[in-house]
């Protein structure tokens, strides 16, 4: 088993690189980069990003040195007029005064000593500000998770247990709505019916707690975050349990239909002594071990859309924000530290599979 972790540890490496190459690559042929965002902002065309902008090189005051002077630099758009030694101090500042390829080997080295450097135009650094968003999305993907199996466990089996009946057909067609519906459509409908919209007004729209959190007791602060956490979970655990509980069913159906089950009936178990004493452990295997890695799925990708619509400051609202901001320290540690844990969460699901099951051996397969 140490050569099998060390071989996939190793094969991290080059999958980290390739990750992080082609990423780099894309974004040197996408438009309104960093430099053009501020300059967007100072000529009046672009957004937000260079109200966030720290350091120098970027103040109002700076306006009296290049308005009307020079020619500009053509490699950005709406930079006529801008003075040139302006637009190559934003470069410096960028990070863009070297060639790409040092400044990716540069990049390289410093994630691998975890050193993700500080946001363009947020005066904080990545790690900081990925661990400020971090609580949002933690909730959201623990409890979706943790829903999610306890409705698709005990469904699963239910559903291999009445294989045919008209519970199996029923239950099957409302899991593929449910699967084939997605998430950010729940969440409209529910933000509409029960957020205000156009009938009740049950549930808060923004945030996972009120602006008296403070002032609430204990047990006020449990039902205030769960009061805050029911519209977006009930629109991720709508789409996010169909593939579980339809796994559950195969899995205990493929059991079931196994000697071993025959024989254990034949000595006088009950039905549920087969199914909870004999067949849950074997037929869970594939469940179980696919926990981390649906979790991290959920932490990671299920939420970005849920927390933009519901205005959740987590992961995935600032993932999204960083990318229209082009705030690429930000989008590329992200990256880098999802793929990482995603990699990791990858062995470990294997390393599961072994621990249920010792039979399982990867270093006896045929690679």
Same mark, same amino acid.
């Given at each position: 088993?140490?050569?099998?972790?060390?071989?996939?540890?190793?094969?991290?490496?080059?999958?980290?690189?390739?990750?992080?190459?082609?990423?780099?690559?894309?974004?040197?042929?996408?438009?309104?980069?960093?430099?053009?965002?501020?300059?967007?902002?100072?000529?009046?065309?672009?957004?937000?990003?260079?109200?966030?902008?720290?350091?120098?090189?970027?103040?109002?005051?700076?306006?009296?040195?290049?308005?009307?002077?020079? %020619?500009?630099?053509?490699?950005?758009?709406?930079?006529?007029?801008?003075?040139?030694?302006?637009?190559?101090?934003? %470069?410096?500042?960028?990070?863009?005064?070297?060639?790409?390829?040092?400044?990716?080997?540069?990049?390289?080295?410093?994630?691998?000593?975890?050193?993700?450097?500080?946001?363009?135009?947020?005066?904080?650094?990545?790690?900081?500000?990925?661990? %400020?968003?971090?609580?949002?999305?933690?909730?959201?993907?623990?409890?979706?998770?943790?829903?999610?199996?306890?409705?698709?466990?005990?469904?699963?089996?239910?559903?291999?247990?009445?294989?045919?009946?008209?519970?199996?057909?029923?239950?099957?067609?409302?899991?593929?709505?449910?699967?084939?519906?997605?998430?950010?459509?729940?969440?409209?409908?529910?933000?509409?019916?029960?957020?205000?919209?156009?009938?009740?007004?049950?549930?808060?729209?923004?945030?996972?707690?009120?602006?008296?959190?403070?002032?609430?007791?204990?047990?006020?602060?449990?039902?205030?975050?769960?009061?805050?956490?029911?519209?977006?979970?009930?629109?991720?655990?709508?789409?996010?349990?169909?593939?579980?509980?339809?796994?559950?069913?195969?899995?205990?159906?493929?059991?079931?239909?196994?000697?071993?089950?025959?024989?254990?009936?034949?000595?006088?178990?009950?039905?549920?002594?087969?199914?909870?004493?004999?067949?849950?452990?074997?037929?869970?295997?594939?469940?179980?071990?696919?926990?981390?890695?649906?979790?991290?799925?959920?932490?990671?990708?299920?939420?970005?859309?849920?927390?933009?619509?519901?205005?959740?400051?987590?992961?995935?609202?600032?993932?999204?924000?960083?990318?229209?901001?082009?705030?690429?320290?930000?989008?590329?540690?992200?990256?880098?530290?999802?793929?990482?844990?995603?990699?990791?969460?990858?062995?470990?699901?294997?390393?599961?599979?072994?621990?249920?099951?010792?039979?399982?051996?990867?270093?006896?397969?045929?690679?």
């Amino acid at each position: 088993m140490g050569a099998y972790i060390l071989r996939r540890v190793l094969l991290m490496i080059p999958t980290l690189f390739g990750i992080m190459a082609i990423s780099f690559a894309v974004v040197q042929f996408a438009p309104g980069g960093p430099v053009e965002q501020v300059i967007a902002k100072l000529t009046g065309q672009g957004g937000d990003a260079g109200d966030r902008l720290s350091g120098g090189g970027a103040d109002a005051g700076n306006n009296q040195n290049f308005e009307q002077g020079g %020619e500009g630099s053509s490699k950005y758009r709406g930079a006529q007029g801008l003075d040139p030694e302006f637009i190559a101090q934003l %470069e410096k500042q960028f990070g863009f005064d070297k060639p790409p390829l040092e400044r990716f080997f540069k990049m390289l080295w410093d994630y691998a000593r975890f050193d993700f450097g500080e946001s363009f135009f947020r005066d904080i650094s990545v790690i900081d500000l990925i661990v %400020e968003k971090m609580p949002v999305s933690i909730s959201l993907g623990l409890w979706i998770t943790l829903l999610s199996y306890a409705i698709s466990i005990p469904l699963g089996i239910r559903k291999a247990v009445k294989d045919g009946s008209a519970f199996d057909v029923w239950t099957s067609g409302v899991v593929i709505v449910g699967y084939a519906i997605p998430g950010f459509l729940f969440a409209i409908i529910l933000m509409i019916l029960f957020a205000g919209g156009s009938f009740w007004d049950i549930f808060p729209l923004r945030g996972l707690t009120s602006e008296n959190w403070d002032q609430l007791s204990l047990g006020g602060k449990i039902l205030d975050y769960f009061w805050h956490l029911t519209l977006p979970l009930t629109a991720m655990v709508l789409s996010a349990f169909a593939t579980t509980t339809l796994l559950t069913k195969n899995s205990f159906l493929d059991e079931i239909r196994k000697q071993y089950v025959v024989t254990a009936r034949a000595k006088g178990l009950t039905e549920r002594q087969v199914l909870y004493g004999h067949v849950f452990r074997n037929a869970m295997l594939i469940v179980i071990a696919g926990f981390p890695g649906a979790f991290i799925s959920a932490f990671f990708t299920g939420s970005l859309l849920i927390e933009n619509i519901f205005s959740l400051d987590g992961l995935g609202l600032l993932g999204y924000r960083s990318v229209l901001d082009r705030d690429y320290p930000v989008v590329f540690a992200n990256l880098y530290i999802f793929s990482l844990i995603g990699l990791v969460i990858g062995l470990i699901s294997d390393l599961t599979y072994t621990w249920i099951d010792p039979r399982i051996d990867f270093e006896r397969r045929d690679v």
